[in-house]
Structure formats: C-alpha cells, structure tokens
C-alpha cells in the first residue's frame, strides 16, 4: 500500500471548504469547514461569503487533514482540486490554494470535474463502472443528468435542472 500515490484533494465548489488525503483508493483523513451557518441568515448561499469561508478555512482544513492521516505535506505525491462547475469565487480559492500547495512542494496538479468525482465515488465502494455510465446526480437544488464513456475524459450533460423541483411537491398548476 505504501507504494500507491498519497494524494491531497481540495472541494470548493460551494459553500464547504473541503479536504481529502487518500493513499491509491484508501481515505486516511477528510476534514470539512462548513460556512451554512453564515449563509442562514440570507436564505441560502451567498457566493462571496463562500468565498471569504473557504479563505478562512483553508489552511486549518488543510492541515487538519494532514494530521489526522498522520502524513505531512512533503509526503504527498501530488494535490487535486475541483477544477469546476461551482461557484467562481469559491473555486477560485480553491484551485489558487491548490496551485501554491503543488508549486511549493514540487509536485503535480490534478484539476477534477465536480460532477465526475461524484461518479468516480462509487467505484469506492462497488468496483468499475460499466462504460458508457449514465448517472443522476441530485445535490440540494440541483440534479443532472449525465453519460460517460470514460470517467476521465468524457463525462457529457444531458439535462439538468437549477432549482429544487426535484426536491419538493411543486405549488404550480399543471398548466404553468
């Protein structure tokens, strides 16, 4: 196991600030700094106060991470980021995070689909994916639907929605 590459992965895409370290497929440690509750008061996700969290909360998850796999940052064979969709702003702290973690250690950097490390999760616990995937993703508000026939280059939408019709009873009349 020692053998497998130790990898750092940063998520921003929203309103938490989250942090992986996994050794090939196995996770040491994941540490995550929610901003809901500064969000609460306005109703829902402000995209600059997500973004002004995860400045904040940065390098504490970071390094929360780190201790709690037990590893340092020199041990780290390379760093992932989200690379997208998600808020500019909050991606934006993370992908700059990312980019000066991997130049200060010298080592690579992997920028991730969002949508597709959804997909990616599932081999984890159930094994390869049968190709083409299709999958449907439904996060808070949002769903899509998406087709891959490889997980790592090709991950299309094929339909996706921006509210949260798929989460409650609508209140329209059919005829809307």
Not at 148 to 173: C, E, H, K, N, Y
Request: glycine residues 10%; hydrophobic residues 45%.
């Amino acid at each position: 196991m020692a053998d497998e590459p130790l990898v750092l992965g940063i998520e921003t895409s929203c309103d938490e600030t989250g942090v992986g370290i996994v050794r090939g497929t196995t996770l040491l440690a994941d540490a995550v700094a929610s901003s809901v509750d500064e969000h609460a008061r306005f109703g829902g996700v402000v995209p600059e106060v997500a973004s002004r969290a995860h400045l904040e909360a940065m390098v504490p998850t970071i390094e929360r991470a780190l201790k709690d796999a037990g590893v340092t940052a020199k041990d780290l064979d390379g760093i992932a980021v989200t690379a997208g969709p998600g808020l500019a702003g909050a991606l934006l702290v993370g992908v700059s995070a990312a980019k000066a973690y991997a130049y200060a250690l010298g080592k690579p950097l992997y920028g991730v689909n969002h949508l597709a490390s959804h997909i990616c999760v599932d081999q984890l616990e159930h094994g390869a994916l049968p190709e083409p995937t299709m999958a449907l993703l439904v996060s808070g508000g949002h769903s899509s639907l998406l087709l891959s026939t490889d997980i790592t280059t090709d991950v299309r939408p094929l339909g996706a929605t921006i509210d949260d019709a798929a989460a409650r009873p609508s209140t329209r009349s059919p005829a809307c």
